[in-house]
């Protein structure tokens, strides 16, 4: 869904939703493992990072913890807040599609749940393409559209936040955005499993089909084959500037 408001309306309603901000949940956490573990196959000495797109700053902080890290985000509010909560990193007030941090100031950059706010995703990706070296990884999570359109509507409303953009897209259209913005995927996966409801979500996530596999022990490595296969509610992408 995309909204007509403007960029200053957009800024009204992040300044409303980061000021109510406590903490992140269980599906924040599960996706901060796959950034952790991404950054950890990285295998940099203290990286420079930039959160694009970091909300109230809570992973920007926890991101700090291993190499410089800068946040950027949209709200001026949301950065106050978190200036005033995590001192120990450094938040950067500005339009995620225009901001110019200047050529490959960073070895990583990660995108947590924006690419999917975001009209002009190309220019969003310029920009986290321009702020890393060549060579600098990009580490990605955003909703998976193939599993979002199987999901039941009233069921998608009760969980997802409706933002003033929603924009989701699924793996292929994300790999050409990449590609097209000057990055080579490397590595693939999705997080949280069971949301589709519908067509083969349906069978795949079965209660009897579950009981089975737990039975025998295998429901671990079917959920593990098909999160592989994108059939989690999130898309997981590590990808290298070109």
């Known amino acids: 869904m995309t909204s007509l408001l403007s960029l200053s309306d957009q800024v009204k309603y992040y300044d409303r939703r980061w000021s109510n901000f406590d903490y992140a949940n269980l599906y924040c956490l599960e996706r901060s493992v796959f950034i952790l573990d991404a950054l950890r196959a990285g295998n940099m000495n203290y990286p420079r990072i930039c959160d694009l797109g970091c909300g109230a700053g809570w992973l920007t902080n926890i991101l700090n913890s291993f ?105 292929n259209r994300l790999t050409v955005l990449l590609a097209e913005s000057g990055f080579e995927v490397i590595r693939t996966s999705s997080a949280v499993w069971g949301a589709g409801r519908k067509g083969i979500h349906r069978l795949v996530n079965s209660t009897k089909l579950q009981k089975f596999l737990n039975a025998v022990r295998l429901n671990a490595y079917w959920q593990k084959m098909f999160l592989k296969r994108d059939f989690g509610a999130y898309l997981l992408t590590v990808a290298k500037a070109r």
């Open 67 to 171: 190499g410089p890290t800068v946040g950027v985000e949209l709200s001026p509010r949301a950065v106050e807040q978190a200036r005033e909560r995590y001192p120990g990193a450094e938040f950067v007030c500005a339009d995620a599609t225009k901001w110019d941090p200047g050529q490959g100031q960073f070895d990583v950059v990660v995108s947590q749940e924006v690419l999917e706010h975001i009209i002009d995703k190309a220019a969003y990706l310029r920009i986290a393409r321009r702020s890393l070296k060549t060579g600098g990884t990009l580490i990605m999570t955003t909703p998976n559209l193939k599993v979002l359109d199987a999901i039941p509507e009233l069921e998608r409303k009760a969980v997802w936040e409706t933002q003033p953009v929603e924009l989701p897209v699924d793996r």
